[in-house]
């Protein structure tokens, strides 16, 4: 793959991913923060939290984005009402939190694909956590 994760999502900072990814095997979802947020503050299975992304494809086309529709997406983790890497990979962020998260087929559509995302697609997130439970995000994250 060896894709640049910051230049799909236009970042003007440069991250190089094809070292960690000769490291990890391409069937791993992969979570680089971005802007860290609170440290130790990380939801658990049973959290409702809310968040803001950007999905996009290999070649950078964006196939969903809340910030798009002004409307972050809300869900309770660990009970499967979304994606695998979606489950899995904002349990590993903090709040207040920024980072890319990227999920093989196996932790997103398979190989049957859905909507707007092809069969066995790696997808690329750019994801913020908002808000777990009651407790929001203060605007005064420290910056990675």
Not at 11 to 37: A, K
């Amino acid at each position: 793959m060896g894709n640049c994760i910051a230049k799909l999502f236009g970042r003007g900072r440069q991250q190089n991913m094809s070292d960690l990814e000769d490291m990890v095997p391409e069937s791993t979802l992969r979570v680089t923060t971005q802007r860290r947020g609170r440290a130790g503050k990380k939801p658990k299975n049973g959290d409702m939290v809310r968040c803001h992304y950007t999905g996009k494809l290999a070649d950078g086309t964006i196939f969903d984005s809340s910030r798009t529709r002004g409307r972050p997406l809300s869900f309770v983790i660990g009970i499967g009402s979304v994606i695998r890497a979606w489950d899995e990979g904002v349990a590993r962020m903090c709040l207040g939190e920024r980072a890319y998260i990227v999920a093989p087929p196996e932790f997103a559509y398979g190989e049957e694909g859905g909507g707007l995302v092809p069969p066995g697609a790696t997808l690329y997130f750019d994801v913020e956590l908002l808000q777990i439970g009651d407790e929001e995000a203060r605007s005064t994250c420290a910056v990675s």
